[in-house]
């Protein structure tokens, strides 16, 4: 009981988590074809047509790790389910969507049961723990209210909260009409569209329109809006769901085994193993004297992952490598697509990622100078990360700052590990605070930058480094080496970035900027990164 809500100590690497998820989607749909995505969405995606499945992050959900990857994996298991018995799969923003997604859940529940038995302990651990962040009725009003409250209760047969009068006679005539709706449509082994055609009747008997919208709030019901998990709370709701599931299956159900979840524990544990292994060979000949690894796992990226300082960014390094702009307006020139595409010698258009073969080492000034300005500079380092990824440009990433005078060169991510939330998170602990020892961390990355040979080395500082003279020589022997150093001065004014842009000048740089706007960062990257 005690491993079950202990904190783990290792985040699951992204690599191992769509190994395990490709593996048992196949092995539960029983096609090889199917293609898992990781996302940053909250709401799982699947694309029967395309034979894809895009899924929450296991951080997404409440809990320990362990519990974390219990939600996600069981709603792994119900999106398979969706892939073998659903031809549709629409979206939850309209309630028309909503509710026959709602009813599909079920039915594929139901049959895939049948063929996964063993399941049942997981669904209904995944019950008792989304219970307590799915929304309480009081606090919703109207149609959104009524919505909820025939999802909560056709699911599972109760309501969290208060429903009175005709909407909780509404919502129990809606439920026991869509259960003989679908106990009908399973015995008669019909599909989607025959669950599509009594929607409207649904609509009828909730007085909902069909079109009608819904707040954030309610088709994220099913994932956790909380970080923690009180586990007596949990015990509660696991033995609620035993009894109703006893009344519906008709079998014994140990609350104990439900809460352990032995079966899946193993097989977390070995998930961790390969996780550390991994990373072991990830980080294997980089740590040399004076360099070092975030090793706490608890922080909380999120907080440094800006989505739309990210998706700009990637658009910005898009347009540089392909030299199109890309817009998206209401107005503009009619597209004549017989004559465009008479024009070409072939009649498709594929849409590619571009890529950038260039090596290139980060090197990021955390002194306490950045210290009123740190998340915003965190972000810019992650969006810029995340457009190096996107571009499959091969990088790595180094932080430092000193602490009781001694200077810490923190390895954020290694050339040879892609880009993943594991090292946003080693990121989002390193601390800035002390002086910019720049000079001496340029020596304690010699022994990596010879191994590595980028082809670009670009520092992220304020400009003043402790000894100037030392960093001029440190600079003219990596250039001397073949690689091009550039550096990008952060001020908290512009007079302050135009001072630190005349210093950096000093520095024997092949090429440098400064910025007083953290915003900028990615697009001067990218000036720097040109030839």
Same mark, same amino acid.
């Given at each position: ?127 008792? &723990? ?71 009747? &649904? ?36 033995? +609620? ?117 260039? +090596? ?172």
């Amino acid at each position: 009981m005690r491993s079950l809500f202990s904190e783990s100590s290792l985040l699951l690497r992204t690599d191992i988590l769509l190994d395990i998820a490709t593996f048992l989607a196949r092995r539960w749909t029983g096609n090889m074809r199917i293609q898992v995505v990781l996302t940053d969405q909250k709401i799982p995606i699947t694309r029967p047509d395309k034979k894809q499945i895009f899924l929450p992050s296991p951080r997404m959900f409440p809990g320990n790790e362990l519990q974390r990857y219990r939600q996600w994996r069981v709603m792994l298991w119900y999106e398979s389910m969706r892939m073998i018995y659903c031809t549709k799969v629409l979206s939850y923003d309209h309630v028309f969507g909503f509710l026959l997604n709602t009813l599909e859940t079920k039915r594929s529940e139901i049959l895939g049961l049948s063929l996964w038995n063993g399941m049942e302990k997981e669904i209904i651990f995944y019950e008792g &723990i989304s219970w307590l962040s799915r929304p309480l009725l009081n606090s919703l009003y109207g149609k959104h209210k009524v919505a909820e409250a025939f999802s909560q209760y056709f699911l599972t047969g109760s309501l969290k909260g208060e429903l009175f009068g005709n909407d909780l006679r509404r919502v129990q005539n809606a439920a026991d009409f869509a259960k003989n709706v679908l106990k009908d449509i399973i015995a008669n082994n019909q599909g989607t569209s025959s669950i599509e055609k009594h929607i409207p009747e &649904i609509l009828k008997i909730l007085e909902l329109n069909a079109l009608g919208s819904f707040p954030v709030i309610t088709p994220l019901s099913k994932i956790g809006l909380g970080r923690s998990v009180d586990k007596k709370n949990l015990i509660s709701e696991i033995e +609620k769901f035993v009894k109703l599931r006893n009344l519906e299956y008709k079998g014994a159900r140990n609350s104990e085994e439900i809460i352990e979840g032995r079966e899946v524990v193993a097989e977390f544990k070995a998930l961790l193993e390969e996780s550390k292994r991994s990373e072991r060979r990830g980080n294997e000949g980089l740590l040399q004297p004076g360099l070092s690894i975030p090793e706490d796992t608890s922080y909380d990226e999120s907080q440094i992952y800006d989505v739309d300082l990210i998706q700009r960014t990637k658009a910005k390094f898009k347009q540089w490598k392909t030299g199109w702009i890309e817009r998206h307006e209401e107005t503009g020139d009619e597209f004549d697509t017989e004559t465009f595409l008479e024009r070409l010698p072939k009649t498709f258009i594929a849409d590619f990622k571009v890529s950038y073969r260039s +090596k290139v080492a980060i090197i990021l000034d955390h002194s306490s100078s950045i210290e009123e300005s740190e998340q915003d500079y965190k972000r810019a380092t992650v969006a810029l990360c995340e457009a190096l990824q996107f571009l499959k440009i091969r990088f790595g990433v180094y932080a430092f700052s000193t602490e009781a005078r001694q200077v810490k060169c923190w390895i954020i991510k290694p050339p040879s590990a892609p880009w993943t939330r594991l090292h946003a998170r080693r990121l989002a602990q390193v601390k800035a605070v002390g002086g910019t020892p720049l000079a001496e961390i340029y020596a304690l990355l010699e022994p990596i930058i010879r191994s590595f040979r980028p082809d670009l080395i670009a520092t992220l500082t304020d400009g003043e480094p402790s000894d100037s003279d030392a960093v001029r020589h440190m600079v003219l022997l990596y250039r001397r080496m073949g690689i091009r150093m550039v550096a990008l001065g952060l001020g908290r004014t512009l007079n302050e970035a135009v001072n630190i842009s005349q210093n950096l000048k000093f520095l024997e740089y092949e090429k440098s900027v400064a910025v007083s706007e953290l915003g900028a960062i990615p697009e001067k990257v990218i000036s720097l990164m040109q030839i």
